[in-house]
T-cell receptor, first 112, second 117 residues
Framework: DQQVKQNSPSLSVQEGRISILNCDYTNSMFDYFLWYKKYPAEGPTFLISISSIKDKNEDGRFTVFLNKSAKHLSLHIVPSQPGDSAVYFCAASGNYGQNFVFGPGTRLSVLP | ETGVTQTPRHLVMGMTNKKSLKCEQHLGHNAMYWYKQSAKKPLELMFVYNFKEQTENNSVPSRFSPECPNSSHLFLHLHTLQPEDSALYLC????????????????FGPGTRLTVL
């Protein structure tokens, strides 16, 4: 059973609009979350993180929101750019540890 | 070289071959990882090394044998693999902070695409 779920395999957004990527988890022990972006033929690139003591973290165009009671996090990209087209993974760990569980990914396409 | 590098980028091997994957990190990190990504499946953590010592083995079959000679290099030795072991193998590194909690953003290499015939 997947502990980290990304229920939308793909998402298409118009350039300049907001992209919202969602991630749900089942393990209440998870307390640290990462988002990665992956282009074809490259390894995942770290984007942004959030710990369970926060409910929001921002870095430029990227904002991650964490709703612990719902076991849900989301990544907002504003404004979306064509270069943001990639597969986005969320990952979670417990006890701020190194054993990250990854979701299956969501493919984002930003249309010009 | 910068970041995390992996060689070879592509590898085709028979089930009776022995081969090795190499990873090198140029970030001064103290932890290294091997991940496997099979088609249509999430990334799966295989091994964790902290300060050259293996601290995690996620029930990986013994036909995969990791080696970490120093904190910058990590190898994955492969022998008698099966076709279902065909996958993308990713190496990552991070800086583990021992005091005050560890926020372990992991930095990935480009991966080795392995095909077992």
């Amino acid at each position: 059973d997947q502990q980290v779920k990304q229920n939308s395999p793909s998402l298409s957004v118009q350039e300049g609009r907001i992209s919202i990527l969602n991630c749900d988890y089942t393990n209440s022990m998870f307390d640290y979350f990462l988002w990665y972006k992956k282009y074809p033929a490259e390894g995942p690139t770290f984007l942004i993180s959030i710990s369970s003591i926060k409910d929001k973290n921002e870095d430029g165009r990227f904002t991650v929101f964490l709703n612990k009671s719902a076991k849900h996090l989301s990544l907002h990209i504003v404004p979306s750019q064509p270069g943001d087209s990639a597969v986005y993974f969320c990952a979670a760990s417990g006890n701020y540890g190194q054993n990250f569980v990854f979701g299956p990914g969501t493919r984002l396409s930003v249309l010009p | 070289e910068t970041g995390v590098t992996q060689t070879p980028r592509h590898l085709v091997m028979g089930m009776t071959n022995k081969k090795s994957l190499k990873c090198e990190q140029h970030l001064g990190h103290n932890a290294m990882y091997w991940y496997k990504q099979s088609a249509k499946k999430p990334l799966e953590l295989m091994f964790v090394y902290n300060f050259k010592e293996q601290t995690e083995n996620n029930s990986v079959p013994s036909r995969f044998s990791p080696e970490c000679p120093n904190s910058s290099h990590l190898f994955l030795h492969l022998h008698t693999l099966q076709p279902e072991d065909s996958a993308l193998y990713l190496c990552a590194s991070s800086q583990v902070r021992l005091a005050g909690g560890s926020y372990n953003e992991q930095f990935f290499g480009p991966g080795t695409r392995l095909t077992v015939l």
